[in-house]
């Protein structure tokens, strides 16, 4: 009886918003000939890996080297050079990485390394960095990171970590398990492909998993929290396959995937 009574007044208490704050509901329509006339064939950035224009994520369990991999997909694409000395980049693209978690002492220092690695490359103006994480939920924020985007001619943009920035300056805090919350936050960050025309892509944790599974190669449906899989058109997805032995070399794989078929 009171679990009725519950949702009589939560029934009760919700009202309609006032018409004048509502936008009228005026969807662009297309006819199947203005859509092929208005065709644009997809782009890789990256062969194989990475599409323009489409949303991204980069996943993997805890120190499984999320950060450096994404480190080596931006420096590839700002010097077109191979993604992990292996795929191809067509054209040098201006690129923006946001990073909330491990400092610039050791982004630089990795940097540094990929560069040397990759036979001593110098992205020149064409990598920008920034330390100073979004919040996602803030509506300036999109703006200011829009107008960044506008001003510096970016075409790839990485945020690193998700949940960080998901939750930066939200009030409420989002529950990261509700699937309408987080996706209303992407939803915010999707519109910056809408407004600039840039590549987002969003670096996120897997689940934990039992350790009879720790070498698994990981799945969409790993990834913490809602949404994520849902809002991703690409993915990039790191495994270990085997246990680091701390002496430089770690045994990888990388699951690779997207609504373009790639």
Same mark, same amino acid.
């Given at each position: 009886?009171?679990?009725?009574?519950?949702?009589?007044?939560?029934?009760? &208490?919700?009202?309609?918003?006032? +018409?004048d704050r509502v936008p009228e509901y005026s969807p662009e329509v297309s006819t199947l000939q203005q859509l092929r006339d208005n065709y644009a064939p997809l782009e890789f950035l990256v062969d194989k890996i990475l599409v323009s224009g489409q949303h991204a994520i980069l996943g993997g369990q805890q120190k499984t080297l999320k950060t &450096?991999?994404?480190?080596?997909? +931006?420096l590839s694409l700002a010097t077109a050079t191979p993604f992990l000395n292996c795929y191809e980049v067509f054209e040098p693209v201006p690129s923006l990485v946001i990073s909330g978690e491990s400092g610039s002492s050791s982004i630089t220092d990795c940097l540094n390394r990929i560069c040397e690695a990759k036979g001593n490359v110098d992205p020149g103006g064409n990598l920008h960095l920034s330390f100073e994480l979004p919040g996602l939920s803030v509506q300036k924020h999109i703006d200011g990171l829009c107008k960044l985007i506008d001003e510096r001619s970016i075409r790839f943009c990485a945020i690193d970590p998700a949940y960080l920035c998901i939750q930066k300056m939200s009030d409420p805090p989002v529950n990261m398990a509700d699937l309408t919350g987080?996706?209303?936050?992407?939803?915010?960050?999707?519109?910056?492909?809408e407004r600039t025309g840039c590549t987002t892509l969003l670096v996120h944790h897997v689940k934990k998993v039992a350790r009879a599974q720790r070498f698994d190669s990981p799945l969409m449906s790993d990834l913490s929290g809602a949404g994520f899989a849902e809002w991703a058109r690409q993915w990039i997805l790191i495994g270990r396959r085997a246990a680091y032995e701390h002496d430089g070399h770690h045994q990888l794989s990388l699951e690779v995937g997207g609504s373009a078929g790639h």
């Open positions: 009886l009171s679990r009725t009574n519950s949702s009589r007044s939560k029934v009760s &208490s919700w009202h309609e918003p006032q +018409a &450096s991999i994404l480190m080596d997909l +931006a987080v996706g209303s936050v992407l939803e915010m960050l999707g519109s910056v492909h």
